[in-house]
């Protein structure tokens, strides 16, 4: 017996950018952009086009494009009954839009939306929940992009280890532990040194100015079972960088494996 989507689910939000449309558009249209801010993206640029997000080894989400309209909109759908494993009759598509609306004085404000339609399952509202709180700091990242390195092409390094405890708990003694606590600051993680640009709820966003230029995101999720992932996520624009990260993923994960971080 299959079930038909009939309860729609939506996520609006806006965000304020510096650059023109077209800069803009390069960040969030083209496979070298998202990459730059968001997750390793393979998209082709025309209506009807395919796209890829990749989430780790051997996970993605894969979809394809259903509006293009350059500088100024941008629509996806993603296959979200195949991302979550689940019934293809049960789930719409995951639909976003992007719209971009130039202001005076050098910034853009992008409008994303994002919806969908289910069946009122109890983990359906539980992910339009947790997409909000762990989409959201990813645009974040797209206006420190545009506003340092605009253009420019990144070299991701990511890395993760699960510590014992809920995220609250640990993100409060991640954040005292590596001093993140103030806008502003200098910080050092490992071997790379930065300022704190933005601190969240449970992630912060450094822009690095050592041993390569780029962006890194460190943050915590629940994984359930009194168990927590603590992870780094860093985009670097240097010629460096690729050779940095083959060198320094090792030692990133050593550090993040052995991070104490105890309630008090």
């Known amino acids: 017996m299959s079930t038909t989507p009939t ?32 997750l390793p993206t393979e998209i082709e640029e ?12 051997e996970m993605g989400s894969d979809g394809h494009v259903t509006g293009w309209e350059p500088p100024r909109r941008l629509v996806y759908e993603e296959d979200w009954a195949a991302l979550m494993g689940k ?8 639909t976003s839009e992007f719209l971009v609306e130039a202001r005076s004085g050098g910034t853009c404000v992008v409008h994303v939306t994002s919806s969908g339609f289910g069946t009122g399952a109890a983990w359906e509202s539980e992910f339009w929940d947790d997409m909000g709180t762990s989409w959201m700091p990813f645009f974040d990242n797209l206006r420190l992009y ?9 070299t991701q ?6 510590h014992a405890g809920d995220a609250a708990t640990l993100w ?13 600051r200098t910080v050092g993680l490992h071997d790379a040194t930065g300022t704190v640009e933005v601190v969240g709820e449970r992630q912060a966003l450094v822009r690095l100015t050592a041993p390569v230029p780029g962006m890194l ?7 359930g079972d009194a168990a927590t ?28 494996d052995d991070l104490t971080l105890g309630a008090g």
Do not use: C, N
């Not at 409060?172 to 502003?184: N, V």
């Open 7 to 38: 309860l729609g689910y939506r996520l609006e939000f806006s965000v304020e950018v510096p650059g023109t449309p077209e800069q803009v558009w390069q960040a969030i249209a083209t496979a070298k952009g998202m990459s730059a801010w968001f």
């Open 157 to 162: 390094l990511e890395v993760a280890a699960s």
């Open 146 to 154: 545009l506003a340092h390195f605009p253009g420019q092409e990144a």
């Open 229 to 256: 992932t603590v992870g780094v996520r860093a985009y670097l624009f240097s010629p460096a960088a690729a050779d940095y990260v083959r060198r320094a993923t090792p030692a990133w994960q050593a550090w993040l």
């Open 172 to 184: 409060s003694a991640l954040r005292d532990t590596l001093g993140l606590g103030d806008e502003g």
């Open 217 to 223: 995101s460190i943050f915590v999720f629940d994984e």
């Open 87 to 94: 019934d293809p009759d049960a789930l719409s598509p995951l």
């Open 46 to 57: 025309r209506e009807g086009g395919s796209l890829h997000f990749s989430m780790g080894p």
